[in-house]
T-cell receptor, first 118, second 111 residues
Framework: DTGVSQNPRHKITKRGQNVTFRCDPISEHNRLYWYRQTLGQGPEFLTYFQNEAQLEKSRLLSDRFSAERPKGSFSTLEIQRTEQGDSAMYLC????????????????FGPGTRLTVT | GQQLNQSPQSMFIQEGEDVSMNCTSSSIFNTWLWYKQDPGEGPVLLIALYKAGELTSNGRLTAQFGITRKDSFLNISASIPSDVGIYFCAGQYGRTYKYIFGTGTRLKVLA
């Protein structure tokens, strides 16, 4: 179990460019989440997947944002036509059912991708 | 986006002191999680709570699921310098699997 990994760790881009981030969840975790965190705030929910199905999206996720989890393993988050307001830490988390507890809601986070839009 | 109220927002304490913080909401929650986050890193899960009134410990950390299901508490005993960081609560409600996070409590420990 290597934990949740995210790539890249840092991304600097110019306004108007597209960016894509990758998240690799803990092996066999069936749920994967994306959050956005700005300075001084807690993580804000963006979207989550159960296996390959995207089950819920926040209103924060504008039409410039798209997330995929094509094979139910890793996920990508793409931001098109980036704006300066998109500058933030993008966090990925994963969770799974625990056979001893039944459903479990424990989420484990990756290190995040810091996006800076200039 | 929606965030839970955490109190206090920040605190300075002396090494060896006990720390208490809480998280409140107007909604009823099914699960509470407590995290610690260091600068530039992702949050690290400390404690998970699943039942109203539940009291769970992890080393020097103890957390409680409020009886009303609208709040949760985290205590740190005998604080040490490495306890410095931001502590977040996160609550899950209804039949959704998503979490709402608190605004964070920033802890600074004076040696």
């Amino acid at each position: 179990d290597t934990g949740v990994s995210q790539n890249p760790r840092h991304k600097i881009t110019k306004r108007g460019q597209n960016v894509t981030f990758r998240c690799d969840p803990i092996s066999e975790h069936n749920r994967l989440y994306w959050y956005r965190q700005t300075l001084g705030q807690g993580p804000e929910f963006l979207t989550y997947f159960q296996n390959e199905a995207q089950l819920e999206k926040s209103r924060l996720l504008s039409d410039r944002f798209s997330a995929e989890r094509p094979k139910g393993s890793f996920s990508t988050l793409e931001i098109q036509r980036t704006e300066q307001g998109d500058s933030a830490m993008y966090l990925c988390a994963s969770s799974s059912n625990d056979p001893d507890r039944g459903l479990t809601y424990e989420q484990y986070f990756g290190p995040g991708t810091r996006l800076t839009v200039t | 986006g929606q965030q839970l109220n955490q109190s206090p927002q920040s605190m300075f304490i002396q090494e060896g002191e006990d720390v208490s913080m809480n998280c409140t909401s107007s909604s009823i929650f099914n699960t509470w999680l407590w995290y610690k986050q260091d600068p530039g890193e992702g949050p690290v899960l400390l404690i998970a709570l699943y039942k109203a009134g539940e009291l769970t410990s992890n080393g020097r950390l103890t957390a409680q699921f409020g009886i009303t299901r609208k709040d949760s508490f985290l205590n740190i005993s005998a604080s040490i310098p490495s306890d410095v960081g931001i502590y977040f609560c996160a609550g899950q409600y209804g039949r959704t699997y998503k979490y709402i996070f608190g605004t964070g409590t920033r802890l600074k420990v004076l040696a």
